[in-house]
């Protein structure tokens, strides 16, 4: 089976800095998607990024980029320029690529990391 | 815009009630799912239903049961609720296969006492 850990449940940062929020995973699969979702206080789980394991290049949108290390089973998040709206809780996923057994596109995710953006 | 429902944003329930929360997607999606989110634990699967009529157990199935008896709505079920099934829920839906993107609803916090 499949596990997600973030070790940070909470971090920090200033208005207008970088962050970056750590996540590893663990799988027997060379298939498979990763993802960040936030979680805002209204409660709405929305997707920020997401990485397809087959493809090498880090994923990118807007001020939110990963850092995807297959190897060391890593994916980071780094968000630039923080603004005050970033604050949410941060949830890292897998999902694998194989449809049938025990997935049907189920993911799994990470404990959450809690960011708080100070003005 | 792809839009998940769930009936209550909040609920409150005894235990020993029949507990039934609802969701509904307007995206015409195969896949429907339901999880459960406690803090420290992430979310956690607890059932998922790929056509109407079919459904599969995820990581935590014990206590609950689901239905999907038409495409746009599934719900889940909880016989008798139980103080440990106090948390938040969330709906997903998705189209078929594994490359698309899972859509949630609000939630629904949901307390037994």
């Known amino acids: 089976a499949q596990t997600v850990t973030q070790s940070q449940p909470e971090m920090s940062v200033q208005e207008a800095e970088t962050v970056t929020l750590s996540c590893t995973y663990d799988t027997s699969e060379s298939d498979y998607y990763l993802f960040w979702y936030k979680q805002p206080p209204s409660r709405q789980m929305i997707l920020v990024i997401r990485q397809e394991a087959y493809k090498q290049q880090n994923a990118t949108e807007n001020r939110f980029s990963v850092n995807f290390q297959k190897a060391a089973k890593s994916f980071s998040l780094k968000i630039s320029d923080s603004q005050l709206g970033d604050a949410a809780m941060y949830f890292c996923a897998y999902r694998s690529a194989l449809w049938g057994g025990t997935s049907y596109g189920k993911l799994t995710f990470g404990q959450g990391t809690i960011l708080t953006v100070h003005p | 815009d792809v839009k998940v429902t769930q009936s209550s944003r909040y609920l409150v329930k005894r235990t020993g009630e029949k507990v039934f929360l609802e969701c509904v997607q307007d995206m015409d999606h195969e896949n429907m799912f339901w999880y459960r989110q406690d803090p420290g634990l992430g979310l956690r699967l607890i059932y998922f239903?790929?056509?109407?009529?079919?459904?599969e157990k995820g990581d935590i199935p014990e206590g609950y049961s689901v239905s999907r008896e038409k495409k746009e709505r599934f719900s889940l079920i909880l016989e008798s609720a139980s103080t440990n099934q106090t948390s938040m829920y969330l709906c997903?839906?998705?189209?078929?296969?594994?490359?698309?993107?899972?859509?949630f609803g609000p939630g629904t916090r949901l307390t037994v006492t």
């Open positions: 997903a839906s998705s189209f078929g296969g594994t490359a698309y993107e899972q859509y």
């Open positions: 239903s790929y056509d109407v009529k079919m459904k």
